[in-house]
């Protein structure tokens, strides 16, 4: 492959793309430079970059463990675009479809309102326990789980993120395509694109019945994730074939509910700019609930700022709360309330989507720059006790984004 820049260290390999328009400039080799020191930092086992669909750079960490790694949450993104490839086959009317059509025990009662698009968007309403490893995980039967499961909101009334529901979504698709999840998935999307199987984690990716999970599961190498986040990018193409409608890729990335700008249909939102702020309203909402008012009070004097990032909220939050943080989050849960409502989040334009799971397991596709990067991690049983663990990488996306804006320049 013909390249007009190259570097190799510490496992990576950075290439400046054949067929490029020009050669980069001092600016653009220094972001990637940067972008590849910033894998090395945070512990990312791999990192690949994509640029108009030419490999920019593939990292892998010296000692990381061979063979693809468990996308965590990221699963959830590859199965909505199995939705996709069925709504295109025509083996599903559309993401309007009641649950009840797959489920008939939903027919009678509040659950019959329930449709796919909920389920895609994490309104459906059902109760959930956050932790997958407290409920889902355990139970013999994740989608018996699911059915059986209580409403806690009125169904599209909520934005909350749902694992339990979510795996509803592994029954459908089944009962649609007369095939398991995995095997519809990797036949009709994933082998399209060049990624072989097996796809799903044997250990971590079924459930004791043997339905796998639609809420992770899913293995990949940073290279086949990579491929996923091309397909996105290019509308659903592959080799000029339209796998899955470009108006449904579109609709899968836009906002999918009035509650959080941030989400689509199991895809994240990235803004160019993101602020948060202590938000008036919410603290309201808090003090209606009947959560301390004491403890609110304090919260008030934050409305007027503006922080850049979580931790910079969180480090203002404990200067002007100390001790009280956790009162204040006790207070807000035992009156089924959490601290994130008296927060917001003003973005600007939004220039990215990702795929997101545990540990730092990231998809990001930015449109604008033609880019796609990818950054995995397995769990490490080597790493000292006095150091804090670096999973989640939340400044990941920041980089990515900052490499973008470099990529874009002239």
Known sequence: MRSWFRAVASGAVLCWAAGASAAPTPAQQAALQAFEAHAQASQSDAVVVLHN????????RPGAPAGPIEMMSCTKSLVALGIGRLIAQGKLRSIDQPVAEFYPEWRQGRKAAITLRMLLNHTSGLQNEPNATREVYPAPDALQLALAAELSDAPGQRWAYNNKAMNLLAGVIEQAAHEPMDRFLQREVLD???????????DSGYDKAGHPYAMAGWVATAVDAARVGQLVLDDGRFNGEALIDAAFVREMLAQSQPFTPRYGLLWWRHAETSTL?????GIETLAKA???????DKLRPLTDRRFADSPSLRAALAAALGTDLPALAASAKEHQQSLETAMRRDLG????????????QYIVVVP????VAVRQIAARDDWPDDKPWPYGDEGFVAHVLELARALRAP
């Open 290 to 296: 009947g959560v301390r008012a004491d403890l609110l």
């Open 53 to 60: 669909g030419r490999p920019l750079l593939d990292y892998r």
């Open 349 to 360: 334009p939004i220039v990215a989507y990702g795929a997101e799971g545990y540990l730092g």
């Open 192 to 202: 399209p694109i060049g990624v072989r199987g097996p796809s799903w984690s044997a």
């Open 277 to 281: 702020v202590v938000d008036p309203a």
């Open 368 to 371: 604008g720059a033609q880019l």
